[in-house]
DNA sequence: CTGAAAGCGCTAACAG
DNA sequence: CTGTTAGCGCTTTCAG
């Protein structure tokens, strides 16, 4: 059915393993006999099948991508610096939505040894029970996270400040003169938003001018910063900054703000954290903590890579990666 | 190094093909040697390897998917349907970004066949030249295209209703009262958004009240609506009600009108197209025409599935499925 | 119901 | 420099 590379050796008149030769530019090919072949293989609209020299070399040039979903906007943006690396590189990526649900991220990772993937980026496998981690572990072939969890250092991982983060936020809203503050987190087992809290908190406790930071916990989400926001206006009417554990709930914060005819920042100041590209957009535009997303995305698949190719060398010692955030003043922070 | 199909069978003392059936539930294998022959898998922790089966099958159980830029929260919506569809199947998926480039696209297409991709989803063919549309219908694997370019008719496709979709928002700032409109569109060459155009001209031409609406064309971004509303806002004060062609290019408009000094909807109605999430807790929220995003990629791969599986069979015809898209009114818009 | 054997299309020694 | 020859791991007739 297909043209193969048979054809394009009989009809170029010499041995399949030259036409293999000549088209992956191994060395110890007549060039004559070389531009023949590949003019022949051009004729007759050759195209090697990758899957039969997957078969034969062990390698598929294909990587896995585990997200949780690729419609949170923080995703896409990391898949988009991860497929752009993966290009650059000649390899492809198979996506992967696993809702963060256990069983279902574990089918993916079957999935994907299955089909003999290089290497895998996946999300988190914090959700993971400690069985499942280490299954992912023996199962052989690089992976790196994209959010160190805990306890597990036996992965490569990439992650960004965010303790940092949650001390430049806290720090910013000291400067500025407030002194009753919130922290809206998601659900308490999310260890990046933990360590964004516990930076804040450190940054209030340092001063020793704050009060200690009221922090409410839900999902996170438009609708988890919406209802801790109706429950803090409800509880504490005092407070006069908050900072959200990422953008999306500080959309529902202002949200829900606005509604209670608060205004933003004169009655209320927010600090988010990403960086989304909505937030510049949003009313008032959102001052945030920065992660550089398509960049973490694009470095861990850099990582990934260079695993995939180090393979069997010296089982290379896992490599954590951290990088910087800043902080992007807009309009949504006034003084206290 | 991997456990392969011969272990399997070695170690439970049969034949690698009556390991093959077992594994593969194909009738005619005893009950008893299937499943001791499934209890050694288990016990090996065997795992077919799909490189090989796709070799021997020709079919890889891997669909492509052809995108301009999943950080496009349209297409990381209809990524999400077509990958859920895709894993529903059994299959998975390879991202693509396209960045609209053809030649990109074409080396896309051109590693997605050398993969042996069962089938492939693309976003749009319409920059690409008619040799290159052609070489694609040539490549003799079902592609299935998220939206109808104006001439090609050789593939199957999906879209929605642009046309009425335009027209719905031409009657319901008609019943508004307003007279003066424009329409905020993107290239010039974009087709469902001309169509768009056209529904909108239409409504107003035919309610024989409206003055032609202005139309503008820029990028179809939040850049391009914000430019395109303030070259608007300086050369004709008179509008009060504007129609963008997609939600972004709305988010923009609505930017510009508020630096301006223009309240929404008080001094200027406006309706976006497509119900982006964002669109509901911006602020205003969003009047827009909705399109059911995830549902057509969802619908996309279950046509491209479809095919796939009717391979030989009775080269089907191309089918064209046209989604319904709906009025969601909310406050951006205002009588006249 | 099960075994033997012939590939799928390509790569990679190994000869020549 | 080029041809021969084994496979890669699995499916699939074809016999038995």
Redesign the pocket.
């Given at each position: 059915?297909?043209v193969?590379?048979?054809d394009v050796a009989r009809e170029s008149?010499?041995?399949?393993?030259?036409v293999?030769?000549s088209?992956?530019g191994?060395?110890?090919?007549?060039?004559?006999?070389?531009e023949r072949v590949i003019a022949v293989a051009h004729r007759l609209n050759?195209?090697?099948?990758r899957v039969?020299?997957g078969?034969?070399?062990?390698q598929s040039n294909t990587l896995g991508l585990i997200v949780s979903d690729i419609r949170n906007p923080y995703f896409s943006e990391v898949a988009r610096g991860a497929e752009d690396a993966a290009w650059h590189a000649g390899c492809d990526v198979v996506l992967c939505n696993s809702d963060l649900d256990p069983a279902k991220q574990m089918r993916y990772v079957s999935s994907l040894l299955e089909k003999r993937v290089d290497g895998m980026l996946v999300n988190s496998i914090a959700d993971l029970s400690k069985r499942q981690q280490e299954q992912l572990a023996a199962s052989g072939i690089p992976i790196v996270l994209l959010n160190r969890p805990a306890g597990v250092k036996a992965f490569s991982s990439i992650s960004v400040e965010n303790y940092e983060g949650g001390v430049l936020a806290g720090n910013y809203l000291l400067e500025l003169g407030h002194r009753k503050m919130a922290f809206l987190s998601g659900p308490k087992r999310h260890g990046s938003f933990s360590e964004r809290g516990r930076g804040f908190e450190f940054a209030l406790a340092q001063s020793g001018k704050a009060a200690e930071p009221l922090i409410l916990n839900d999902d996170q989400s438009f609708a988890g910063g919406y209802q801790m926001t109706k429950q803090l206006l409800s509880q504490d009417r005092a407070i006069t900054a908050v900072f959200a554990a990422n953008d999306v709930i500080a959309y529902g914060l202002i949200r829900a703000a606005m509604e209670a005819g608060l205004r933003i920042p004169q009655d209320l100041s927010v600090v988010g954290f990403d960086d989304l590209e909505m937030s510049a957009i949003l009313h008032p535009p959102l001052t945030t903590i920065r992660q550089p997303k398509y960049e973490i995305g694009r470095a861990a698949m850099e990582m990934l890579l260079a695993r995939t190719k180090a393979r069997g060398r010296s089982a290379a010692e896992p490599e954590h990666r951290i990088l910087g955030v800043q902080l992007v003043i807009r309009e949504s922070c006034g003084r206290a």
């Open positions: 059915m297909a193969t590379i048979k008149g010499v041995n399949i393993s030259t293999s030769r088209l992956n191994s060395y110890g090919v007549n060039k004559e006999t070389r050759y195209r090697p099948n039969a020299r078969l034969a070399t062990g």
